[in-house]
């Protein structure tokens, strides 16, 4: 998902808008790709802190596709955050700029555990 991102930031800065979206609609498939992979939905019925661990890492992942999303449809990013009971603080507004500098998977952490 990191590559995603710098190849998402370094097409807006080219103001290479359409490429830009087509990085972001990769990533979203990327996160489907994941949760029905995964088979999120049966391992929560029989493994619940593996479900929990799966979700929580869809749930990040979700908040990466709503951030590069967001200049798109902003309505979708809205609902997004409403939908995980996020507030829009500083750091939504800061959060591509770190996940671009991240080192590391740091970015995975933006939703709390048990949230």
Request: aromatic share 10%; proline share 3%.
């Given at each position: 998902m990191r590559q995603h991102v710098a190849d998402y930031v370094q097409k807006l800065e080219a103001v290479k808008i359409k490429d830009g979206l087509k990085i972001a609609m990769t990533a979203s498939s990327l996160v489907n790709n994941y949760i029905q992979n995964t088979e999120a939905f049966?391992?929560?019925?029989l493994d619940k802190p593996r479900g929990e661990t799966i979700y929580h890492v869809a749930a990040n992942f979700l908040v990466v596709v709503?951030?590069?999303l967001?200049?798109?449809?902003?309505?979708?990013?809205?609902k997004v955050y409403h939908?995980?009971?996020i507030p829009r603080t500083e750091r939504t507004h800061t959060f591509l700029k770190e996940i671009h500098e991240a080192s590391n998977e740091n970015y995975l952490n933006f939703i709390d555990s048990g949230h």
């Amino acid at each position: 998902m990191r590559q995603h991102v710098a190849d998402y930031v370094q097409k807006l800065e080219a103001v290479k808008i359409k490429d830009g979206l087509k990085i972001a609609m990769t990533a979203s498939s990327l996160v489907n790709n994941y949760i029905q992979n995964t088979e999120a939905f049966k391992i929560f019925k029989l493994d619940k802190p593996r479900g929990e661990t799966i979700y929580h890492v869809a749930a990040n992942f979700l908040v990466v596709v709503s951030v590069l999303l967001e200049p798109y449809m902003p309505s979708f990013s809205a609902k997004v955050y409403h939908m995980l009971n996020i507030p829009r603080t500083e750091r939504t507004h800061t959060f591509l700029k770190e996940i671009h500098e991240a080192s590391n998977e740091n970015y995975l952490n933006f939703i709390d555990s048990g949230h």
